[in-house]
């Protein structure tokens, strides 16, 4: 009985001589995983922060063709002898572009300096009647800088609209912006390019272009 007492008692407190898993792991297998980890996720967050940058960029852009769109949307494109008025295609590119540059030189806020050798605003007015699409002004779309092509043309605005709409008449504010990346990262480059051309637009009806039917 003793004898059996004390070969327990030795099981017992017998140590494994085995290492456990997990207890020693090598602080240089860490330093190697960080090490393959790191750049991946330097690039994955830069590519974030700067995509963060460009969206920002394009809901200012956003911002100001809906404010030229809404207000010159209850104006008349035309002069009394229907003819296209100028004025409202200037005064509504006009608009877009105050709403984006900076007002005075003390104006220490954040805004899109429009390049006049490669960005540029776009208003169109659109008569739409069934099938019959005709583009205001009769000589094509307006350009500010005439750098850039409009996205919108009778075709595809007839494309969108619901077949067997009403008379309507549309108008149509774009800017089309030649983004620089503000990290400007060598990384990123081989994935985004530099520049990236935002195009936004905002569509607003028009009363006064809405073709008798």
Known sequence: MKEMLQKV?????????????????????????????????????????????????????????????????????????????????????????DQLEPRTVNDTSRKIMLDHAADDVIVTVYSVSGNNVVTHPTTGAYHMFNNQTSSFTAATLQNQLVAGAPCAGILVVEVAYNYHQVLALPWLTPFVPNPVLLHAYTVMPVQAAEPVC
């Open 9 to 97: 008692f030795s099981l017992s407190t017998k140590t494994d001589s085995r290492p456990k898993k997990g207890k020693h792991k090598s602080k240089g297998q860490s330093l190697v995983e960080l090490t393959l980890a790191l750049p991946v996720l330097l690039i994955l967050l830069s590519g974030l922060v700067e995509f963060g940058f460009m969206l920002n960029y394009y809901l200012t852009l956003l911002d100001a063709t809906r404010e030229a769109a809404r207000f010159y949307s209850n104006l008349d494109p035309f002069n009394a002898d229907l003819t296209d008025n100028m004025s409202f295609y200037d005064g509504a590119a006009a608009m877009a572009k």
